[in-house]
C-alpha cells in the first residue's frame, strides 16, 4: 500500500506560477513511476505529466508543454510538479498518482493504483 499526499496548491493570478509537493509513504518509491493528473468540475481526470522511477523520462500533456514540469527526489519519496504561465484554464484539483515502473509509462488514469487526496489549484484571470 502505498499513500500519496498533496501540498503546495493555492490561489494565484494569471502568469504565476505554483510549485505542487506529492509525499509518498514507502520505501519503495524508486520503484514506480508517477503521474500528475487533474479535474475541473464537471470534467474527467486529465493527465498532466509523468515521470519515470528514475527521472530520466519524463512526458507532458500537450496543454501543459513548455510550461510544467515534472521532477522527483527519489531520496525524500516525492515527486513535484513546477508550474509557469499559469492561465485560468490550469484552474482544477491536481492529483498525483503512482504505478509499479513493470507496468510502464502511461497518461490513462485507470493505469494508475494508487492516488493521493488531491490539491486544488485556482488560477484568477
Known amino acids: 500500500q502505498v499513500q500519496l499526499v498533496e501540498s503546495g496548491g493555492g490561489l494565484v493570478q494569471s502568469g504565476g506560477s505554483l510549485r505542487l509537493s506529492c509525499a509518498a509513504s514507502?520505501?519503495?518509491?524508486?520503484?514506480?513511476?508517477m503521474g500528475w493528473f487533474r479535474q475541473a468540475p464537471g470534467n474527467e481526470r486529465d493527465f498532466v505529466a509523468g515521470?519515470?522511477?528514475?527521472?530520466?523520462?519524463?512526458y507532458y500533456a500537450n496543454s501543459v508543454k513548455g510550461r510544467f514540469t515534472i521532477s522527483r527526489d527519489n531520496a525524500k519519496n516525492t515527486v513535484y510538479l513546477q508550474m509557469n504561465s499559469l492561465k485560468p484554464e490550469d484552474t482544477a484539483v491536481y492529483y498525483c498518482a503512482a504505478r509499479l515502473w513493470t507496468a510502464g509509462e502511461s497518461t490513462i488514469p485507470d493505469e494508475y493504483r494508487y492516488w493521493g487526496q488531491g490539491t486544488q489549484v485556482t488560477v484568477s484571470s
Open positions: 515521470i519515470s522511477r528514475s527521472g530520466d523520462s519524463t
Open positions: 514507502t520505501r519503495t518509491f524508486s520503484l514506480y513511476t
